[in-house]
């Protein structure tokens, strides 16, 4: 068996968001499944599955992780919850949305979710 670095996480992991942003969900979902084996549950893999299924328009199945999965791992992730109240947004659940992206928009630990967020209230 062998492991990756950091470094070449890193870089697949960029490639998954690459083949989100060019709507090739099933590669995207191939790397990650292939990153989740040697970075199982890392802050930036639960990032990238919510922004890849925002994507693919499995809105429900974003938010359904951020509370099944990535929020349990990560309570205090600005960026995890950013997505998550993306997601609520564009399933109208504007009142949870607000709530959720408040606090990703009061941490000051992710500046660039904290930006995130608060571009994104209403």
Not at 2 to 31: H, P, Y
Not at 59 to 83: N, T, W
Not at 95 to 118: I, S, Y
């Amino acid at each position: 068996m062998f492991d990756v670095t950091s470094g070449e996480a890193r870089l697949l992991l960029d490639i998954a968001l690459m083949a989100t942003g060019r709507n090739r969900f099933k590669s995207a979902e191939t790397i990650l499944a292939s990153l989740d084996e040697f970075r199982p549950r890392a802050e930036q893999l639960a990032v990238a599955r919510m922004i890849l299924a925002i994507s693919k328009g499995d809105l429900q199945g974003a938010v359904d992780f951020a509370d099944g999965i990535a929020l349990c791992d990560y309570p205090d992730s600005a960026m995890i919850k950013a997505f998550k109240g993306m997601a609520l947004l564009r399933l109208e659940r504007t009142a949870e949305a607000m709530n959720v992206m408040k606090e990703a928009a009061e941490q000051t630990g992710d500046p660039a979710a904290a930006r995130l967020a608060k571009d994104m209230m209403i």
